[in-house]
Structures are given as structure tokens and as C-alpha cells.
């Protein structure tokens, strides 16, 4: 939109500005810079180091990147290890998948059944995570819940989920959770792809495989992009599966979210924990700048 | 309440039948109508086979019991029966398809046999709206979307139950789908109660100044005396949800109005500055805000997460609502301007009437974000600015487990937010993507 000077000058436009940046300066701002100071001190929250923390340059992330210890349980390479298949397995096998296909299901359709796929699936995902993880962990409860009722009435076994198989199940968990973001994204990109071109694949009697392939991928490649940059984004930060497994059983489901809260609010290193904290964010800032930038070039297309 | 007492056979052994049933009868019809049958017939045939296949399902899933055990590991016998199913449903529609025979009616086929359309062409032409193999996958794959969707919703349906369950019934094992209801847990969960003797009951029930909460608990030989701290933390919820959203948007409101008209320095970099405070995870912003909170007295305060809430909800609302004014004509306030409105008055009269919407919708996601926030809840309150999020699953590890209290405090949790999101899920996807994809 063209701006002209006079009537919409720039002083009055600060000042309708000034309240936003001054909250996002104070709560947003400030604490990321503190972070990276804090990453370099050993402050606790407790005892001598609380009061005079002592500047320990980069100790903190020598423990962290430590080699010898780094993959045991409950350390950080294991973190990473585990969130990598958690984003791996929910984010871009589970979520990205799920929604395409429902998307693909559903397009050029309307109708009941539409709307109440589309209804189920923002509902997973607009409810409340300790309700979503409430109801999940009644689910999955080994003796009285409702999974294994089910595969006991038809003779299968009954595993305990979130002891024999955890991170399998957080990751099915999120994948349930997640995929409305996808669905709907994908459904509305599909929307944006003019009929004529699938109707001509159709005449010519083009599979649906092969509609997809030459036609419907092709055309959302920009969609996907942002998709499963946001989803991975967001998987990556998840903290959900903290109410299912607590980060257990031993260690076994711990992202590095629940690592990051467990080394700040349940040992009180501040320094530590804030080491972490911008490991994580250089990766959540990759991540992020890709997104802007797909997003940037996407504008340039359209 | 309503008395229903009657013994059911097992609930999920009728459920697959359900399923199957419906797969049957979904399917089949489609067929019989290309081949010129009246669809009744298909739906009648079709559940009937699908009758048959659930037990052909069962029989077979025993049969290949031994197979599961030999793998010795219960999700490879739950993969075998996916399988299993996959393979009967693909024979099921095979079998309709090859000896339903063809009848002299008015199917498509039967209209071209006798020579080209006698009445007008009433069906698409296309291929894949004549195929019959092509619209039974269809219909099939309508149901099992439904079925599966169903299984999804499994949780939830089990836990609005659970909410109205009484306390024997709500940890009876196999879990009861019929039940009397009753307000037990809700009252259960709003209340403390202290436990009375059977002198006590008699007394009491001799009383008539209760009320019907008291009555509830009188049948389990309880006597009300108190608030519960859930009400505390529903209250929280609400006045630290509320005061932000206001904040949130109203800020918001302005800087969206101050980027979308005015000329301001450096605008792209601080839209993008504003976005990427959104990126950050919430466990990392925590520490500092922690730190800062104990030093300022802010800790466990509602000021405090009502300041962080607005803060983070901020970069949303700012993007979300520069989108909705964008798309409001400039030239509305100019003419304004022109006629001797002062900005202020043109912002009041052109432009928030005609956002309207999209401050409605901006409204909705801000809420939904601080009435649905854990992680820093957990983190920076304890008991004075607790909010309901956390507290319910700490309810879990106190004592005897109400299940039915928690699943009812659940239930009363999700339910504004439902309410909302359906009134605005037009707005769903363009309130996600920070207003980058309009329609969804």
C-alpha cells in the first residue's frame, strides 16, 4: 500500500507504537539478551552463587557439548537425540503426511463428512494441553484404560504405552495432536490450484497418483516449504509430552524442552540451563529464518 | 438419575461390528446402483456382508493369534490386525464388485446397452464419476475416515463420561459405558468436603437447609465445607486470560493501525523483530523472566503473567490485525480527514467499525492462547496466581484420585474454548499463520 506523507506522518505512527515495543523490549527483548549473559555465569538459585555469580566464560558449554558423557541417559547430546526422532517421526513423517492426505482425501469435496473431519481435527487441536493430556494418559492407562480395553476385547496383547514403548507414543500422541495446522494449511493450498488443471488430468484419465505428482505437488511445493518449517519449528519447542511421561521413563522421552526445564526449575542452574536455552534458540532461529525467507519468496511468486 | 441398568455385551466386540457394518454398507451401494439395483438393496446386501466380515475378522485375528505370539510383541499383533482388516475390506469390495449381477433398470451401463441415452443425460460424464470401483473407494474411504476419527475422539468422549460418573462407577473395571449420571464430580471438584459418621448422615439428613450440592454429597456420606482451590484457579484463569487479551489486542490494535498506515522508520525490520519474539521457546524465556520476576517482586503475582501473556501475545495480534486493516480501503478515513474528523475520531468511526472481525478474531486466538498456557504458569506461579492449567494434573497426585472431578474440571476447561473456536474457525488458519494465508 502507497504511503503518503502529511496526512499519515511518521511521528504519530511511533507513537501508536510505543506501548507494543515498549511490552516486547521488557519481556521479550530483555530476556534474551540476559540469557546469553546468564549462559556465561554460574548463577543458581540457592547458596553462594545466587548472590554473587561468578562470570565462568565457557564452562557451561563445554559440560554441555562434553563427549565422553554426552549421549548417556538425561544428557544433552541424548536430548537432541531424542528430539530429532521426536521431530522427525511427528513433525515431518507424522503431522506433514497426515495432513496432505487428509487434505488430498478432501479435496474438491464438501459436505458432512468433510466438516467433521476438519471439526475433529482442530478440536485435538485447539484443546487445552493438560485436558488433551489427561484424557490421553486415561487412554493409554495400562489396566483400566480405554486403548487396551479395546485390544483385550479382541484378543491382542495389552503393552503398558508409556512404559514399553514411550516415545513412540508421544510421538503418535503429537502427531494426533498436530495435524489440523497441517490439514487445513494443505487444504487451502489446494484450494488456490485452479480446477481446469486437474479436470484436464481427469478427462485424460491421469490417476490420482499421478495428478498428484505432476500436478498438485508441483503447485503447493511453496506450501509444503512453510508447512514443514512451521511444524518442525513448533514440534521442536513442544513441552506437551512433559504431562504424559514426565521426560521418562528413565530419560528415555526427555526433548530438550523438558531437559532445559528440568536443569533450571528442578536443579536451579541458571547458568547451565541458559546455556542450553541458546543452543536452543540458534536452532529455533535457523529454523525460523528459513521460514521467513520461503515465506518472503513465496510473496515474490504470488 | 434416569435408573438404566442394563447388562451389555462386551462394548467393543458390538463397536467393531459397527464399524464393519457401516464399511459394508457404505461401500456396496454404490455398486448395485451402477449396475442398475435400487441402492436399498446395496445397503441391506452391504451390511449384511459387512456383518459377516466382522466376524470373519475375529476369526481370522484368532487364527493368526499364534503368529502375534511368535513375534512376541503386542504392536506387532496390533500391525498384524491392521493388515488382516485391510486385506478383508479390499476382498469384501471385490466380492460385491464381481458377482452382483447386472439388472435391466436405469443404470448408466444399462442406459449406453440400449443403444444411447433414451432420457436426458442426468450423470457426469467424467471418469471417476462413473467408475464404480472408483466411487466404492470413495464411499469406503468415508467411512473409515469417520471410524477413525471416532477412535481419535475416544479420549474426550471418555473423559466428558468420566465427568459425570460417580465415584464406583468412574474406576470400575472394564470401564462402564452406561451409567447413571450424575454431578458428583463437579460438585466434588468445586467443594471441599470433610467425611461424616453415620450419626452425622442421619443428622444432617434431618436438616432442610441444604441445597442440592450438599444432597449430592450427603449420598456418599460427605458434608460441603468449602471452596475447593480449583474455583481459585478458575478464577485466576479468568482474570489473568481477560486483563491480557484486552491488553494484547488493544496494543496491538494500535500498532497494527500505526503499520498499516503510516510512513514508520524502519517498519519492515520491526514487524519482523515483533514476529520473531513469537520463535522463541517459552522454557528459554522463562529463566530470565524468573530471575527478573523474583528480583521485582512480580513472581506469583497476576500482574506478572498478565504482563508476559500480553508480551507474548503481542507479535500475534500485531500481525494478525495489520492483515485485517490492510484490506480496509485508505481512502474511507481520507475522505474522513478531509471532512474535519481528527485522526483519532476516523480511527474510532471508519476504521474499527470495519475491522470489527478481525478484532473479534484476534481477540479469540489471544484468549485461547493465555486460557491454554502451562509451561510458564508452572514455572512462575505457585498458589496466589496459579491458574487452572497447572493445577489439574497436580490433582492427580494428591491423595485418592477423583477422577471424576478431574475429568469434569477438564470438561468445564475445554468447553469456552470449543465454544469460541467453532464461532471463529473461519479465521483458524489465518490467525496460525499470523495472517500470511487468508482462506482455510
Known amino acids: 500500500m502507497e504511503k503518503r506523507p502529511g496526512v ?38 540457592t547458596g553462594v552463587t545466587a548472590a554473587n555469580p561468578q562470570f565462568v566464560g565457557l564452562e557451561n558449554y563445554q559440560r554441555l557439548f562434553d563427549f565422553d558423557q554426552w549421549m548417556r541417559y538425561g544428557q544433552f547430546g541424548n536430548a537432541l537425540k531424542i ?27 464438501k459436505g458432512l463428512l468433510r466438516e467433521t473431519v476438519f471439526t475433529l481435527a482442530v478440536l485435538a487441536w485447539i ?12 487412554f493409554l492407562d495400562v489396566d483400566r484404560g480405554t486403548l487396551n480395553t479395546i ?15 514411550p516415545l513412540l507414543t508421544i510421538i503418535i500422541f503429537n502427531t494426533w495432536r498436530g495435524s489440523a495446522f497441517s490439514i487445513l494449511l494443505f487444504s487451502s493450498a489446494l484450494e488456490t490450484i485452479p480446477p481446469s488443471y486437474v479436470e484436464t488430468a481427469d478427462v485424460v484419465g491421469a490417476s490420482a497418483w499421478r495428478k498428484f505428482r505432476d500436478i498438485i505437488f508441483p503447485l503447493m511445493r511453496g506450501h509444503i516449504l512453510t508447512d514443514l518449517i512451521l511444524i518442525t519449528l513448533w514440534t521442536f519447542n513442544v513441552f506437551t509430552p512433559f504431562l504424559l511421561t514426565g521426560g521418562g521413563p528413565t530419560f528415555r522421552t526427555e526433548l530438550v524442552s523438558i531437559y532445559t526445564y528440568r536443569t533450571a526449575f528442578k536443579f536451579f542452574e541458571f547458568g547451565r540451563g541458559g546455556a542450553i536455552a541458546v543452543v536452543m534458540m540458534l536452532i529455533n532461529f535457523m529454523l525460523a529464518m528459513g521460514y521467513l525467507i520461503a515465506l518472503r519468496r513465496q510473496k515474490a511468486v504470488s | 438419575m434416569f435408573g438404566i441398568d442394563i447388562p451389555l455385551p462386551d462394548f467393543w466386540v458390538v463397536y467393531f461390528f459397527i464399524f464393519w457394518v457401516l464399511v459394508g454398507s457404505t461401500a456396496a451401494p454404490v455398486v448395485f446402483r451402477h449396475k442398475g439395483h435400487h441402492p436399498l438393496i446395496g445397503i441391506v446386501v452391504g451390511a449384511a456382508v459387512g456383518a459377516l466380515s466382522g466376524i470373519a475378522f475375529t476369526l481370522l485375528l484368532a487364527a493368526l493369534q499364534p503368529l502375534a505370539d511368535l513375534l512376541d510383541d503386542p504392536l506387532a499383533s496390533i500391525l498384524v490386525s491392521i493388515v488382516v482388516s485391510a486385506a478383508i475390506i479390499l476382498a469384501l469390495l471385490a466380492f460385491v464388485r464381481r458377482f452382483v449381477p447386472e439388472s435391466g433398470g436405469a443404470g448408466p451401463r444399462a442406459v449406453e446397452a440400449a443403444g444411447g441415452p433414451r432420457a436426458p443425460v442426468t450423470y457426469s460424464a467424467r471418469v471417476d464419476k462413473v467408475d464404480p470401483g472408483w466411487q466404492s473407494v470413495q464411499a469406503l474411504r468415508a467411512s473409515v475416515v469417520i471410524m477413525l476419527a471416532g477412535l481419535t475422539l475416544i479420549p474426550v468422549i471418555w473423559m466428558a463420561m468420566t465427568a ?25 471438584l468445586m467443594t471441599k468436603r470433610r467425611n461424616l459418621d453415620s450419626a452425622q448422615i442421619a443428622e444432617y439428613e434431618a436438616r432442610d437447609d441444604l441445597n442440592w450440592a450438599d444432597r449430592i454429597m450427603l449420598k456418599s456420606g460427605k458434608a460441603i465445607i468449602g471452596q475447593s482451590d480449583y474455583v481459585k484457579r478458575l478464577r485466576n484463569s479468568l482474570i489473568i486470560a481477560g486483563t491480557s487479551t484486552v491488553l494484547s489486542v488493544s496494543m496491538g490494535l494500535l500498532a497494527a493501525y500505526a503499520f498499516s498506515r503510516f510512513r514508520v522508520p524502519g517498519e519492515g525490520d520491526l514487524l519482523f523483530f515483533i514476529l520473531s519474539t513469537r520463535m522463541l521457546p517459552p522454557v528459554v524465556v522463562t529463566i530470565p523472566i524468573f530471575l527478573m520476576y523474583r528480583e521485582l517482586g512480580l513472581y506469583d503475582t497476576h500482574l506478572g503473567l498478565i504482563a508476559l501473556y500480553t508480551a507474548f501475545n503481542l507479535s500475534f495480534s500485531v500481525w494478525l490485525l495489520k492483515g485485517f486493516i490492510d484490506e480496509i480501503p485508505k481512502e474511507y478515513e481520507e475522505a474522513a480527514l478531509v471532512d474535519g474528523y481528527t485522526r483519532l475520531q476516523a480511527f474510532r468511526r471508519i476504521v474499527m467499525p470495519e475491522a470489527v472481525t478481525g478484532i473479534a478474531a484476534t481477540t479469540v486466538f489471544c484468549f485461547i492462547f493465555a486460557w491454554n498456557e502451562y509451561a510458564f504458569a508452572l514455572m512462575l506461579t505457585t498458589d496466589k496466581a496459579r491458574t487452572a492449567p497447572p493445577h489439574i494434573p497436580s490433582m492427580i497426585g494428591s491423595g485418592v484420585v477423583e477422577w471424576a472431578a478431574i475429568a469434569a474440571g477438564s470438561l468445564f476447561f475445554l468447553i469456552p474454548v470449543v465454544i469460541v473456536t467453532f464461532a471463529l474457525r473461519k479465521y483458524l488458519l489465518r490467525g496460525v499463520t499470523f495472517g500470511a494465508i487468508r482462506q482455510g
Open chain 1, 8 to 45: 499519515f506522518s511518521g511521528k504519530v505512527g511511533l507513537t501508536f507504537l510505543t506501548p507494543a515495543l515498549f511490552f516486547v523490549a521488557i519481556f521479550l527483548i530483555l530476556p534474551f539478551f540476559w540469557i546469553f549473559y546468564l549462559s556465561f555465569t554460574n548463577r543458581t538459585l
Open chain 1, 83 to 109: 528430539t530429532f526422532q521426536f521431530v522427525l517421526g511427528s513433525a515431518l513423517l507424522g503431522q506433514a503426511v497426515v495432513g496432505l492426505t487428509v487434505a488430498w482425501a478432501f479435496y474438491r469435496r
Open chain 1, 127 to 138: 484443546i487445552p494441553e493438560v485436558v488433551v493430556a489427561f484424557a490421553w494418559s486415561a
Open chain 1, 151 to 165: 485390544l483385550s476385547a479382541v484378543g491382542l496383547g495389552q503393552p503398558d504405552w508409556l512404559f514399553d514403548y
Open chain 2, 164 to 188: 459425570f460418573k460417580s465415584y464406583p462407577d468412574a474406576v470400575a473395571s472394564p470401564p462402564k459405558v452406561v451409567f447413571d449420571p450424575t454431578l458428583e464430580g463437579i460438585v466434588t
